[in-house]
């Protein structure tokens, strides 16, 4: 299921109940590809450079997209709150299990004009049952957005 989503390069990172919903999820991603002989990331050893990833869900024997993570950072509802507006070919990604509240994960454009270095942090909301981005405090979930762009407007 992870190779149908990103493709062959896909590695699975966590598998199991990850939002501790009770159903079977599955945290993948596609690594950037590092040119030999560089150091990647080490000001923060603990992130993964990723140029995709995807959680999938499965509920009643089908798998499910519920978040995914490429040019953007979005979910079934919209883009998650605090997403740069840019496009983004590349993020950190760190993620921790967490017996309580389930998979966390902190995502970090890598660089994209002014949001570089700004994380985005991603968790399971059980109250909409989806994940969602949680503002600076980390203790109040965002709404998605409907669109990152600012929509455009002509006068005559």
């Known amino acids: 299921m992870a190779e149908a989503a990103l493709g ?12 501790r919903d009770g159903f079977e999820q599955v945290l993948a991603v596609n690594r950037e590809v590092q040119p030999p002989g560089t150091k990647a990331m080490a000001a923060r050893p603990a992130a993964i450079a990723i140029v995709r990833a995807a959680i999938l869900e499965k509920r009643d024997g089908k798998w499910a997209e519920v978040l995914r ?11 998650l709150a605090g997403s740069p507006a840019e496009r983004v070919s590349g993020w950190r990604l760190e993620y921790h299990p967490d017996a309580g509240q389930g998979l966390e994960m902190n995502f970090t454009p890598a660089g994209v004009g002014d949001s570089a270095g700004q ?9 909409v049952k989806r994940y969602q981005s949680l503002e600076a ?14 929509p455009s407007s002509f006068l005559k």
């Open 8 to 19: 062959k390069q896909a590695e699975v990172l966590a598998h199991g109940d990850l939002a």
């Open 69 to 79: 993570c490429d040019e953007r950072l979005k979910n079934p509802s919209g883009y």
């Open 119 to 127: 994380s985005i942090l991603v968790r399971w909301n059980t109250r």
């Open 137 to 150: 405090s980390h203790k109040r979930f965002l709404n998605e957005l409907p669109t990152l762009e600012t």
